[in-house]
């Protein structure tokens, strides 16, 4: 028993840096991972990765003129996001070009751009806190804006759920008796964008997106209905922090790819063993055979 408290419990209670890195990848994982059944449902998820990549060139650039300061990079990055969001769209509509080539294009820059401006003026190791992020040492100010972002994207989801369930899933119908169909839209990419800053914070810019989508995708396994959905994309994006919180301070490993890398496992073995997973679907049409 005492074993067991110093490994599982022990490391949040004694060390206040856990604590943080704790509330924060909690508090990323209630606002993000419903974010991800949505880009799922949309068969958007590659989506979510660029937009991930696009907040780059504006976190370096605040990071370029203001250091590793929060909020320059947390405007920058929303801005860049902002910005790429609304050029591939406009891309896609105005030409012949499909939105996820145009936004394969503004994420391939971006991400060049962004490597290039951090580089102009940080080391390797500024760079390796922009694109992996710092989730052990998370301040006041990036929880409080952590906190805040998942209590916009909380509220806007009650608020708006209706709207955006018909929107993801018959965007025609949703435009055809309805004028949200367009806001809610954006107001959805501004949500992702949002969610996608607030892990800049913690796992940086290549990792901010795994939080996002790898719970959500082990949830598709285990059931079909959508509120379910989102609360089981929670639960495990909460468990993939804690045990990546404990896998890092344990091994001394880097913290946000052993949280990713959690949630990757915890995604393998819903993809293999689920209801909806490889095992049971092979199973079934033998025991319907047998029946």
């Avoid at 947390?74 to 509509?93: M, N």
């Avoid at 040492?137 to 972002?149: C, E, K, V």
């Avoid at 369930?165 to 806001?183: I, K, W, Y």
Wanted: hydrophobic letters at 60%; charged letters at 10%; one cysteine or more.
């Amino acid at each position: 028993m005492e074993s067991a408290y110093q490994f599982l419990v022990a490391p949040f209670v004694e060390f206040e840096f856990m604590q943080r890195a704790l509330a924060g990848a909690i508090l990323l994982a209630l606002g993000s991972c419903p974010i991800g059944v949505f880009l799922m449902l949309r068969r958007m998820s590659l989506t979510g990765d660029a937009m991930a990549h696009a907040i780059l060139p504006g976190a370096a650039v605040g990071f370029l003129l203001f250091g590793l300061e929060l909020v320059p990079m947390t405007i920058g990055g929303l801005v860049a996001g902002v910005v790429v969001a609304l050029g591939a769209g406009a891309v896609s509509r105005l030409t012949v070009q499909k939105e996820d080539a145009s936004m394969a294009a503004f994420y391939l820059i971006s991400l060049a751009l962004g490597v290039l401006i951090v580089s102009m003026r940080g080391s390797s190791v500024d760079l390796l806190h922009v694109l992996f992020g710092t989730v052990l040492a998370l301040n006041d100010d990036a929880l409080f804006l952590i906190g805040g972002i998942s209590v916009v994207t909380l509220v806007s989801l009650a608020i708006f759920w209706r709207a955006l369930v018909a929107e993801c899933l018959d965007p025609l119908f949703l435009r055809s008796v309805s004028s949200l169909g367009p806001p809610v839209h954006f107001l959805f990419l501004g949500l992702v964008v949002l969610n996608l800053v607030g892990g800049f914070q913690a796992l940086g810019t290549l990792l901010a997106v795994g939080l996002m989508m790898l719970p959500a995708a082990a949830a598709r396994f285990w059931t079909t209905r959508l509120e379910p959905l989102c609360l089981l994309a929670i639960a495990i994006g909460i468990a993939s922090c804690v045990a990546g919180l404990l896998i890092s301070y344990h091994a001394s490993l880097p913290s946000g790819p052993a949280i990713i890398l959690s949630a990757g496992i915890v995604y393998l073995l819903s993809m293999i063993i689920g209801p909806r997973g490889l095992i049971p679907t092979r199973l079934r049409p033998a025991a319907h055979r047998t029946a």
